[in-house]
Each structure stands twice: as C-alpha cells, then as structure tokens.
C-alpha cells in the first residue's frame, strides 16, 4: 500500500520535474535568443541601411525595399576603397609576417634556451603586453616626423610590428617550451646547431601557434585605428579605418547609405575569413587569456 | 633546461641573444625609449614644432592637470567606463557562458555568432552604433516609438547626461562575446567529476552554480576583468569617433584628452604627463593583480 502511495508520488514529482525541466529550456531559449538578435541585429541594420536610398533612410524603414544595390558600386568609387583595401593588406601583411618571424625566434630563445638576462628579457616582452600604446604615441610621432617617413608605409609597419612582438613571443615562448626535450636532443647529437633545430625540428611543430599569432596581428593591424591615424595624415596613404573615418567629413555624410556600403565593403573579408577559420580566430583572439 | 652536461655560459648567453636580440632591438626602440621619451617630455614644455623642446619645467604640466578640471573629469569618466563597463560584460558573458555550458542544439553556432561583435572593426561598429543612436530615425528612437514608448526617444548621444552610459553600452555590445569564449573554456576545463558528485548529493543547479561553480571559476572571472579593466582604460577610438569626448565633456576620457591636448592643442608637456599617467594606471591594476590573481602571474609585468 505504503509502497503504491512512493511509487505515484515519485512519478508525480518526476512530472513535476519534467514540467520544470521544460519550462528552464523555454527561458534558457529566449534568453539565448533575445541576446542572439541584439548581437547580429546591429550588423544587419547596416547592410540593411546600405540598400537604402536617402528618401527610405529618413522614413525610418528597416527593410531596404526596393533595394539600392547600386550603392555598392558608388561607394567603391567614392571612398576610392580599392586603394584602401590594397594599403590596408600590404602594411597588416608585412607587419604581420615580420612580426610572426620575429616572434618565433624570441620565443624559441626564451623558452627553450637558459642564457644570462633572459628573465629581463621576458621581463620586457610582458611590458609591452601590458602597457598602453598611447605611451609611445607622441615618441613615435616626433621621430617618424624627424626621419621624414609620416605618411609613408613603414610608419604603420614599423610600429605594428613593434606592438604585435610582444603577444607573439609571449605566445611562442609559451608553445617552445611544451615541447618535448627529446626531438632536440636527437638533432643535437646528430650534429645540427641551434638555429638548424629551430628552423627544421622544432618551428614546423609550432604551425598551430603560428597561425594563432598571425590571426591575432592580421586582425590588430587591420583595424587599427591611433596610429594611423596620427602617422598618415594623407589621403593616397590611408587605410581602411582611417579612409573610412575621413568619409564622416566629407561630402558623404549626407550620403548615409553610401557610408554603409563602405562598412559593409570594409568588414566584409575580416568576417569571410573569420566564418571559414572561426577556431584560429576564437584561439587567436583569446590566447592571451587562455593560456594552452 | 639541462641541454648539455657542461653548459658553456658564453655560448648559451650567444645562441639565446641570438634568436632574442632582434625582439629585443625593436622593442628597445618601439617601447623602452619613447617610456623614457614620453617621461622625459612631461618634464617639459614644448609645442611639438620649434626644433628642441622648450624649457624644463619639472612638474608643472602634473601641476597644471591637477588644477585642470578637464582632467578630473576625463579621469572620473575613464574610472565609470570602467567601473560600469566590466561588471556588465563579465556577468552578461558569465550567464551565457553557463547557458551555453551544456548539450544544446546549434551550440556551435552561437557561439560563432556571439563572437562576431569581437571580430568586427571598432570604427564600423562606432558608425552602425551613431546611427541606432541618432535621435530622429535612429533604429533605437524608431523602435521606441514602434512599441508605443515613443516618450523615452532620447537624443542619446547628443545629452551629456545618457552620452557615457551610451558609449559604455557599444562597448559592453562589442565585448561580450569575449567574456563569453573565454568563460565558456574555462567552464569546460572544470573537473567534470566534482561537479557529478555534487549533483549526486541532491545540490540542484542553483546551488550547483553558486556554490560549485563560480567559485571553481574565480580566477578565470578575475582574469576576464582584469583584461576588460585595462581595455577599458586604453579605450580611444570608440569615444573618439562617436562623441569626441562631448558634449562638453561628458564623455572625455584619458585616451581622447591626450590626443587632443597633443595634436590638436600642441602641448606635447601636458600630453606627454597624461601618458605617463595612464600608464601608471594601467601598470598598477596589472600589479595588483598579481596578487589577487596568482594563477595568471604571467599577465603582470614582472
């Protein structure tokens, strides 16, 4: 009897639970999915804005119909955006790889090798993770001046590689030293010198933190935005931000959904390659953070 | 590292300076020297135009800010950024980390998605965010007026009363989705076994979070604040492109008074004494941490 009345309570409090359970996955649910629209609703608005016409902006529509994709083309000639996109790729490309190259061989000396003054040596690598690039902003402005080269390319490349070092040898040294000791030891006694083991043993196992650093700077370089626009000043020079920043006062801010095809034109293949290698970005982005 | 059983120190000191010096070369030159040049500068006067820099001062530019009531005010309005701004991104990324920390379909996929406002350019976000705010057809006054709250239509950045929290709240937008990535590692990283044995005991999934959970997580929760806390004090180009630090001054912070005073107002002095300010700043809270923080010492500054 006793034993009847367990077993119906017990289902019913299992109902009871399994009512919960539902009603915890609906708001779970709604939750996600409220913070999901209020996540990508900016990014559509814009590409909505961008197949607008001014008539259609001012009549606070949100759906661009009829659509306006002749804005695409106006914009590309207007923020003259082929020249951004190639300024752009070449002073993030080269940075970039000087910096990754650079990178793997201080963290291939800081982790794997014992020498004096290798603790101070660590020591700045950390400062410059830490420190505000505002610190070097003036410096760096009075002396590209001095040397003539504001508004040329390597007053970009230079500092961004300068900036990009210290994440990429914190993450390298980070890698180096999880390595196994044997590999080495092997080479060693076959002969080979230091640099031949890093170049041919140990750099090739390295390819997953590699491409880490070189998400991490493509991404910092190519959005960068003080420095460029402090250090190039002229038009012919500009990167993308900075050609961008520059149509807000031009004639085109009138123009809104010209603007819009530009941030359209400009995000478009940063968010291409993060949708095609979205874990080398998730990994890139937050390696600082997390550490492997 | 015990390479070799008679370690030679020159070679050794060779090899290691070998593969570091070229690091070392352009961080001395990138980093170190325009520390001491930016410190140097704020120990003088100077226009940033006549061919040497102007008289020592010694502290007179410190002196200067501290009587300059911009600078308090760009000083209180870097602290509230940050005051406001971490608490929100680290709780909002704390709760959808722990929604997404279990089997979910298209889990993935949000994840992805949550992550986009990470990846997106600072200036295009800046520039979608000036039009959601902008008072007439804005998306936000235009969806106020949609929901019948037609009354709360604000010029919101155009009022120095709501243009910080305005600000702040495109910063929280664009960062969650970091908060979010790096909670969500850390809460799969969390021993499986002690949290099924408490589940066992009967502890349900309030107790489990708050009691289990987010104490296990208390130094990845610090470490995301910490990172949110010294972004937060770098922050320029968002407040720079959408406010330019007005309307007066509602929204000026560190970052943006010393590109002003720089190079727009010439005083390399003034400017040059907010940097070292700012760096200040950001290097004790990053020391600080060291203390709070043992697990994640690496991230101090040695």
């Keep these: ?292 | 590292m015990r390479l070799h059983t008679a370690p030679r120190p020159w070679r050794q000191a060779a090899a290691g300076y070998g593969f570091v010096g070229p690091a070392l070369v352009i961080l001395g030159a990138f980093l170190l020297y325009p520390i001491v040049y930016s410190l140097w500068l704020s120990f003088h006067e100077w226009d940033g135009y006549t061919p040497h820099w102007g008289p020592f001062v010694g502290l007179e530019n410190y002196r200067a800010l501290a009587d300059d009531e911009v600078f308090w005010r760009a000083m209180l309005n870097s602290i509230v950024f940050v005051v406001v701004r971490t608490p929100l991104e680290v709780s909002l990324g704390f709760l959808l980390a722990l929604l997404l920390n279990r089997r979910l379909a298209a889990r993935s996929l949000m994840r992805t998605l949550f992550f986009v406002p990470v990846v997106m350019s600072l200036i295009v976000v800046t520039i979608i965010f000036q039009r959601v705010y902008e008072p007439n057809t804005g998306l936000l006054n235009t969806f106020l007026r949609g929901i019948g709250l037609g009354a709360w239509a604000h010029p919101w950045l155009g009022d120095p009363a709501t243009a910080l929290p305005a600000v702040i709240a495109v910063s929280v937008w664009k960062n969650v989705g970091f908060s979010l990535v790096i909670l969500l590692a850390g809460l799969q990283s969390l021993p499986h076994d002690v949290l099924e044995a408490a589940r066992v005991d009967g502890a349900n999934a309030w107790q489990l979070t708050f009691r289990m959970i987010t104490p296990l997580m208390r130094p990845i929760l610090a470490l995301t604040a910490l990172l949110s806390i010294i972004g937060g004090l770098k922050v320029f180009d968002l407040i720079f492109i959408m406010t330019r630090g007005g309307p007066t001054y509602s929204t000026e912070v560190l970052a943006t008074m010393l590109y002003r005073e720089a190079f727009e107002l010439n005083h390399m002095g003034v400017a040059s004494a907010i940097a070292v300010i700012l760096v200040a700043v950001v290097l004790s809270i990053a020391r600080v941490q060291a203390f709070v923080l043992p697990e994640s010492q690496e991230w101090g500054t040695g």
């Design chain 1, 1 to 292: 009897m006793s034993m009847v009345a367990t077993t119906a309570s017990v289902a019913r409090a299992q109902r009871l639970v399994g009512h919960r359970a539902r009603a915890g996955r609906g708001v779970l649910w709604a939750v996600l999915l409220v913070a999901l629209a209020l996540s990508i609703a900016p990014g559509l608005y814009m590409v909505s804005l961008s197949l607008m016409d001014n008539p259609q902006l001012f009549a606070g529509r949100l759906v661009p119909w009829p659509p306006h994709g002749e804005n695409y083309p106006r914009a590309w000639v207007a923020s003259n955006i082929g020249r951004l996109y190639w300024n752009s790729l070449y002073v993030t490309t080269v940075s970039m790889v000087v910096t990754v190259a650079i990178s793997a061989l201080a963290g291939y000396g800081l982790g794997r090798i014992r020498f004096a003054g290798r603790g101070l040596a660590y020591a700045i690598v950390l400062v410059g993770l830490t420190i505000p690039l505002q610190i070097a902003l003036i410096p760096l402005f009075i002396n590209l001046r001095t040397l003539g080269l504001l508004n040329t390319p390597l007053a970009l490349i230079g500092p961004y590689t300068a900036f990009g070092l210290a994440f990429g040898t914190y993450i390298m040294k980070g890698f180096f030293e999880g390595l196994p000791r044997e590999l080495e030891e092997a080479a060693r006694l076959d002969g080979a010198g230091d640099f031949r083991i890093f170049a041919w043993v140990m750099l090739p196992l390295t390819r997953p933190a590699l491409a880490t650093v070189a998400i991490f700077l493509f991404l910092q370089n190519w959005n960068e935005f003080l420095f460029a626009l402090t250090f190039v000043t002229e038009g012919r020079m500009r990167t993308l931000p900075t050609g961008i920043y520059a149509l807000l006062s031009s004639e085109f801010y009138g123009n809104y959904p010209i603007l819009a095809a530009s941030l359209v034109l400009f995000s478009v293949p940063v968010l291409v390659l993060y949708f095609l290698f979205q874990r080398e970005f998730i990994e890139g982005l937050t390696a600082g953070a997390v550490k492997h």
